[in-house]
């Protein structure tokens, strides 16, 4: 009898994420990880053009990152977090402060980008009740928003078919429009517009007023509702009307932070600093789970009292996991001493340059840049720039035409989008936009 393969046990035994386990074709055995590439149990290099999810950011077992995590281990795995601290939590909540927009004081560790942004919903909630404007509990949050699979995230997620089953379990938001240019909700050009779209919002913070704790935006580019790049007034703008309208402001930047859309956190394309931030996937150069939310000492203040009732009360087992957090300040590093943001810069010339282009084909409606994200948006019909959603089989037939090619996408439906570890080089990026030309010219019209 042959020995099974990794696929084999892996279909006797588990159950993946976003996949239907009857249909799906079987998992990569993904067996190593060097810089920009993956390798498969059966020797094949395939480029990681979604840097493992958007998390990874030096490369794949990075040297530095790897002597991070195996100094820690010898020192101290896990504490429990209430009642202990110990050095790297501490020292990655100073090197976090030094390197965050202005005016965030306080970092409160979580497990994932999920519950970084829970973390900030349940913090805004209370902190309005703790400082006795207890109705003020709603949420304001904007139309294509992701902002993870629990159930707070969900609720603030856009409506769609990773929350629809959920429904009944979910908490209402109310929505505003997104700066989606290209499919302007106002049917105005961006050349000529004036960010009439802020207007939504506007109206939702006047009408429901002393109702709203928190506006949450993912700043600069909203990624799995359709990756959406915004004109930085917007984000301008709703930094205004959130002061205007005396309500706390929170910055997903669990996709955006540590200089994916070529800054190192994407508020900074605005110069604007949110009073709450949500921080995960890059946190630790792609290492290990881990999530922040950072605040204002204001925020934080109001947590401050003699009534143990107003205490934050939540926590996780593996808050602040030492491991975790040595990891991402040996990242951290990496941005200060090997240029790592430097290299967002040149990846984001050589993805203008090369996916330019793309624009003129039958089938493309759109091509974005943002810092090292090059997005490349498809269309059935270009003059009335109509596309299937999620579901279309468009995605997966893609994803499979790269991956004979030796490079990983995982397009969302008609959305395409290379988004590779900062490592990646310049004929390395050449040569996968070469493969998505290819691939997306043979579409049909
Ligand atoms: C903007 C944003 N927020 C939150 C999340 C959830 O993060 P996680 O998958 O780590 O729970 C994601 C994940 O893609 C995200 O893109």
Same mark, same amino acid.
């Given at each position: 009898?042959t020995?099974? %393969?990794? =696929?084999?046990?892996?279909?006797?035994?588990?159950w993946? @994420?976003y996949?239907?386990?009857? %249909?799906?074709?079987?998992?990569?055995?993904?067996v190593?990880?060097e810089?920009?590439y993956?390798?498969?149990?059966?020797?094949r290099?395939?480029?990681?053009g *979604?840097?493992?999810?958007?998390?990874? =950011?030096h490369g794949?077992s990075?040297?530095?990152?790897n002597?991070a995590l195996?100094?820690?281990a010898?020192?101290?795995?896990?504490?429990m977090f209430a009642?202990? /601290?110990h050095p790297?939590?501490?020292?990655?909540?100073?090197r976090?402060l030094?390197?965050l927009p202005p005016?965030?004081t306080?970092?409160f560790?979580? $497990?994932n980008?999920s %519950?970084?942004?829970?973390v900030a919903l349940k913090l805004?909630?209370?902190?309005?009740?703790n400082?006795?404007e207890?109705s003020r509990?709603s949420?304001i949050? &904007?139309?294509?928003?992701?902002?993870?699979?629990t159930?707070?995230a969900?609720?603030?997620s856009? $409506?769609? =078919?990773? /929350?629809?089953?959920?429904?009944?379990?979910?908490?209402?938001?109310h929505?505003?429009?997104?700066p989606y240019?290209?499919?302007? @909700? +106002?049917?105005?050009e961006r050349?000529?517009?004036?960010?009439?779209?802020?207007?939504d919002?506007?109206?939702? +913070?006047?009408?429901?007023?002393?109702s709203?704790?928190?506006?949450l935006?993912e @700043?600069m580019?909203?990624g799995?509702?359709?990756? #959406?790049?915004?004109?930085? !007034?917007f984000?301008?703008g709703a930094?205004?009307?959130? $002061?205007?309208h005396?309500?706390?402001? *929170?910055? $997903?930047e669990?996709?955006?932070?540590?200089?994916?859309?070529g800054r190192?956190?994407a508020?900074?394309?605005?110069? *604007?600093?949110p009073? #709450? *931030?949500?921080l995960s996937?890059?946190?630790?150069g792609?290492?290990?789970?881990?999530?922040a939310?950072a605040?204002?000492?204001?925020?934080?203040?109001a947590f401050?009292s003699?009534?143990r009732?107003?205490t934050?009360?939540h926590?996780?087992?593996?808050?602040a996991n @030492?491991l975790?957090?040595?990891?991402?300040i040996?990242?951290?590093?990496?941005f200060?001493?090997?240029g790592?943001?430097?290299?967002?810069?040149?990846?984001?010339?050589? &993805?203008?340059?090369?996916?330019?282009?793309?624009?003129?084909?039958?089938a493309?409606g759109e091509v974005r840049v943002?810092?090292?994200v090059?997005?490349?948006?498809?269309v059935?019909?270009?003059?009335?720039?109509?596309?299937?959603?999620y579901?279309?089989? &468009?995605?997966?037939?893609?994803?499979?035409a790269?991956?004979?090619?030796g490079?990983?996408?995982?397009p969302?439906?008609?959305?395409l989008?290379?988004?590779?570890?900062?490592?990646?080089t310049e004929?390395e990026?050449?040569?996968?936009? !070469?493969? #998505?030309? !290819?691939?997306?010219?043979? +579409?049909p019209?």
């Open positions: 009898m020995r099974p %393969t990794l =696929i084999d046990r892996d279909r006797a035994c588990v993946h @994420p996949t239907q386990m009857l %249909t799906a074709p079987p998992p990569l055995p993904i190593r990880g810089g920009a993956l390798y498969t149990e059966d020797g290099r395939l480029l990681d *979604i840097s493992s999810w958007w998390v990874n =950011i794949h990075h040297p530095r990152l002597a195996a100094a820690q010898q020192q101290l795995e896990h504490v009642g202990c /601290t790297p939590a501490v020292e990655l909540a100073e976090l030094a390197v005016g965030l306080r970092v560790y979580s $497990d980008g %519950t970084a942004v829970e805004a909630c209370q902190y309005w009740g400082r006795g207890p509990r949420f949050a &904007l139309h294509f928003a992701y902002h993870g699979d159930v707070g969900m609720s603030a856009e $409506d769609s =078919i990773f /929350t629809r089953p959920f429904a009944p379990m979910l908490f209402t938001v929505r505003a429009h997104a240019c290209y499919r302007c @909700p +106002l049917g105005l050349a000529t517009c004036a960010i009439e779209c802020l207007g919002l506007e109206r939702l +913070l006047t009408e429901h007023g002393d709203i704790a928190g506006v935006v @700043p580019l909203q799995a509702g359709g990756m #959406i790049v915004w004109p930085a !007034e984000l301008a930094r205004r009307l959130c $002061d205007r005396g309500v706390l402001m *929170i910055a $997903d669990v996709l955006t932070g540590f200089g994916r859309t190192m956190f508020c900074e394309h605005a110069a *604007i600093s009073d #709450i *931030i949500c996937k890059a946190l630790t792609g290492y290990l789970p881990l999530g939310t605040t204002t000492e204001s925020v934080y203040e401050l003699d009534d009732t107003k934050f009360f926590g996780h087992s593996f808050t @030492p975790a957090c040595a990891v991402a040996a990242s951290l590093d990496l200060r001493d090997a790592a943001l430097e290299r967002v810069h040149d990846l984001e010339g050589w &993805l203008r340059q090369g996916l330019a282009p793309l624009a003129s084909l039958p493309v943002i810092g090292g090059g997005i490349v948006e498809l059935k019909d270009k003059a009335a720039r109509t596309a299937a959603g579901l279309d089989h &468009l995605g997966p037939q893609l994803a499979r790269f991956l004979d090619r490079l990983l996408l995982r969302l439906g008609n959305i989008y290379f988004m590779p570890p900062y490592v990646v004929s990026t050449a040569w996968a936009i !070469e493969q #998505i030309h !290819e691939v997306v010219a043979g +579409l019209a």
